[in-house]
C-alpha cells in the first residue's frame, strides 16, 4: 500500500515557487522536500550573453558572497562581457584617431588660405 505524503507548506498549488521532491527519511517516513528556485546567471547590459566568471545566485544571495565571486578584474568586470568591452575600447580608440585626423586636416588647410 502506497504511503501518504503530506504538505509542509500551506500552499497546495504546482507553481514554480512550490516545487518539491519526495524524499524517504531514515525512519521509513516519506517526506516533502521543497526546493529552492535556480539562480540564473548574470547577464551583459549591451548584447544580453550571461556573463563567464560570475555565479549564478537568486537575487538576495549575491549579498552573501565575497566580490570577487560577483565580478571579474576587468574595467566592466560585472557588468559586460570581454567582447563588448573590447569592442567599447576600439570604438573609443578609434573616435579619438578620427578627432587627431581631423585636427591635422583643419591645420594643413590654414596655411593654404594664407
Known sequence: ??????????????TTSNRRRVVKTPGGKLVYHHLKKPGTSPKCGDCGMSLAGVVALR???YATISKRQKSVTRAYGGSRCGDCVKSRIVRAFLIEEAKIVKRVIKSQAKPAKK
Open 1 to 14: 500500500m502506497a504511503q501518504r505524503v503530506t504538505l509542509r507548506k500551506r500552499t497546495p498549488y504546482n
Open 59 to 61: 537575487p538576495r544571495e
